[in-house]
């Protein structure tokens, strides 16, 4: 369940930075406020004793969120997440609010607040490339996060956590869109009697 949040989390880390309140950041929040942000994702980790990696393709709109990747269906609709298991029949569903502040349990919070929970520590330009070296303010379980953005569009990241692992995190393919249907953020009924096995934690 770690690393499911753990993969949610370097998603949301990169769509909210756009979210941020200086420099290229800028540029893009006024636009982030009022459009979808879509783009594709690959991550590994180092420095863990259970590596893992992987892929897959996000959509962002402040709160809402939807997920698609290593076999899972995560989607929030600001209020209630998702996250479905296609293969094996199961679902999970739970308030999205968490019952913690750690962004860990609730990825939407850096969305909603990046500049409540971290602090722009300095940034450095190189070959077109910016990047933003972000601290936590009440995270234990996270040293830095490096945000790059080139042409103000993140195109990578790296999460530095306390235990020594490092994630590193790639952005492709990303655009800004009006909008999308309310559907995208949850499950339907129809959908939801496909899982033979759904936990509801609300």
């Known amino acids: 369940m770690t690393k499911r949040l753990l993969t949610a989390t370097c998603l949301l880390l990169v769509a909210a930075g756009l979210a941020g309140a200086q ?7 006024a636009r982030l406020a009022k459009e979808v942000a879509a783009f594709g994702y690959s991550y590994t980790t180092k ?6 990696k992987g892929d897959g393709k ?4 402040g709160s809402c969120y939807r997920i698609q990747g290593n076999g899972l269906d995560i989607r929030c609709d600001g209020s209630v997440r998702w996250t479905a298991d296609p293969a094996a029949g199961e679902m ?6 968490g019952q913690a502040l750690d962004f860990l349990s609730n990825p939407a919070l850096l969305v909603a607040d990046l500049e409540g929970n971290f602090k722009v520590a300095g ?16 995270e ?31 952005v492709s393919g990303f655009t800004l869109a009006a909008s999308q249907p309310e559907s995208v953020w ?14 509801d934690l609300r």
């Open 23 to 29: 420099d290229a950041l800028r540029t893009l929040s």
């Open 92 to 97: 999970v569903i739970e308030d999205a609010a």
């Open 140 to 170: 234990p379980s996270i040293i830095s996060l490096a945000l790059v953005l080139e042409k103000d569009i993140p195109i990578a990241a790296a999460l530095k956590m306390k235990d020594g692992s490092v994630v590193d995190f790639t």
């Open 123 to 138: 940034t450095s330009t190189s070959g077109g490339r910016k990047t933003y070296m972000l601290e936590p303010l009440n």
């Open 58 to 61: 996000a959509i962002v709109s």
């Open 186 to 199: 949850n499950f339907s009924k129809e959908e939801l009697s496909k899982y033979k096995t759904v936990t």
């Open 47 to 52: 420095g863990t004793d259970t590596p893992f």
